[in-house]
């Protein structure tokens, strides 16, 4: 993986607008350190985002969970994921030897970090990850809740494998106020980052298409960029109230609009097509009352 941006986070900076405020952030590539605070930072989280391939070679992001502890730096560039995926889940049993995208999140309290780099070793004990980027991601558009942990009892039903959204996958997503997205570049690597905003911000279009609002951001545009490269996608969706995962994997493409709309003024949305899903998969974590971001777009 090469340092600073790549050609196709370049080009979308280029046509934002942004590239003199992404220039100013480029030192957060630079070589990672999670002997640092990030480090303590990801050893107290206790749910995080993996974008990777399953054993068929398709992109997916999917939840990792534990106690605090579970993400472990046992050096300078290496992550130690004391689990894996849950059985069920997509990338439950994902090979290694591929490159690995992670964003360890605290909902609580505003806080996220980003892990890029290549998957090493992967197995029932858990998951390693030689670490070539790590950084801190400002707080903007994180809905406030409290994990806690939760028994999978509560979730009903078997997991669900599709090629479309069923009308109950459509109303989680239609009140979601928080996606992971997951996406890839074939010199860059994996990333999984964080979308949030008011219930209601992502619109489902039909059993196969949705789109959501591009929000003012730190304009690094790392997802972008990469969409730009591949459109190869994949989101999560979480109910935190049941302790069930929604999975969608697919192709992803960002559209540069004209005219009002509810994305902040950017002028961008990204509209996803949708090829396989996985619903059901339980979550042993759960939260209750949610505090919107205050400076959440409003919806039209």
Do not use: K
């Amino acid at each position: 993986m090469e340092r600073g941006f790549h050609a196709g986070e370049r080009a979308v900076q280029q046509r934002a607008g942004t590239r003199a405020e992404a220039d100013r952030l480029a030192g957060m590539l630079d070589e990672p350190d999670l002997r640092s605070g990030l480090g303590q930072f990801l050893a107290e989280r206790t749910f995080a985002g993996l974008a990777a391939r399953d054993t068929d070679g398709r992109l997916w992001i999917s939840p990792v969970t534990g106690t605090p502890g579970f993400l472990r730096p046992t050096s300078a560039t290496t992550l130690r994921i004391g689990t894996q995926p849950a059985a069920g889940d997509p990338l439950h049993g994902l090979p290694a030897d591929q490159p690995a995208g992670l964003l360890a999140i605290e909902f609580a309290r505003r806080r996220r970090a980003r892990i890029n780099g290549t998957l090493t070793a992967a197995g029932p004990d858990g998951l390693t990850i030689a670490v070539e980027q790590a950084y801190g991601n400002c707080p903007q558009y994180i809905q406030q809740r409290v994990l806690a942990p939760g028994t999978t009892a509560r979730t009903s039903g078997p997991v669900v494998r599709t090629a479309a959204l069923t009308p109950d996958d459509a109303a989680l997503i239609a009140g979601a106020d928080t996606l992971l997205l997951g996406t890839t570049h074939p010199d860059g690597g994996n990333d999984a980052s964080h979308r949030g905003g008011p219930a209601g911000f992502v619109r489902v279009v039909d059993e196969h298409r949705l789109w959501w609002p591009d929000y003012p951001g730190n304009n690094m545009f790392n997802s972008f960029g990469n969409l730009a490269v591949d459109p190869a996608a994949a989101l999560l969706f979480v109910d935190f109230a049941a302790g069930r995962a929604l999975h969608l994997s697919g192709s992803a493409r960002v559209e540069w609009t004209t005219g009002p709309g509810d994305d902040g003024a950017t002028g961008r949305r990204v509209v996803f097509d949708l090829e396989a899903v996985v619903a059901g998969v339980p979550l042993p974590l759960r939260a209750g009352e949610v505090e919107p971001y205050r400076r959440n777009p409003a919806l039209t």
